[in-house]
């Protein structure tokens, strides 16, 4: 294996997603490796687990779409980022902010799109009582959970699934899946 990526991972919140890139990325075979992490939440229980690693970590405010966005650029640029994985980043990125990305962000959205994008997918999964859910991992583009699928896991919806159990296990997968499409990018 030649040079690894240098990525960046984007997070607003707990982070399991980010924990298991970043334990993938200590695998050498394993085409990025996580050189930056960003948060738009001071809270994100993500942060802990980049320290806990010595990964540097950024907390930017993104009240403010166009600062936020420029602090973030700067940073990217310093640490000569290649590659960014969102991971419940909880923000939209801009067009313009995507463009200098092209084709080099990706994030992980817990339904299988096209379908249930945005928020409270396994709600409304429920609602349209669906025989199947899962996760797929896509290229972000302006508009949102719509960019180029990569990869998707598909799983049963169980009878007397709850919401709670739909997130938890929905999510075991998640974790799966998001290393596996990085590797299938880069292969
Ligand atoms: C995941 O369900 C992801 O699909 C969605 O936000 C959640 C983030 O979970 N975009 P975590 O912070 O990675 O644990």
Known sequence: MGKKIRSCIFISGRGTNLRSIIDHSKNKNFPINVALVISNNIKAKGLNYAKKNNIPFKFYNSSNQISFEKNCLLELKRKKIKFICLAGFMKMLSSNFIKKFKH?????????????????????????????????????????????????????????ETEGS????????????YPKAIKLLFS
Request: glycine share 4%; charged share 30%.
């Open 104 to 160: 080099k962000i990706v994030n992980i959205h817990p339904s299988l799109l096209p379908k249930f994008k945005g928020l409270n997918t396994h709600k409304r999964v429920l609602a349209k009582r669906e025989k199947y859910t899962g996760c797929t991992v896509h290229f972000v583009t302006s508009k949102l959970d719509s960019g180029k699928i990569i990869l998707q896991k598909k799983i049963v919806v169980k009878k007397n």
């Open 166 to 177: 739909l997130k938890k296990r929905v999510l075991k997968q998640e974790n799966q899946l």
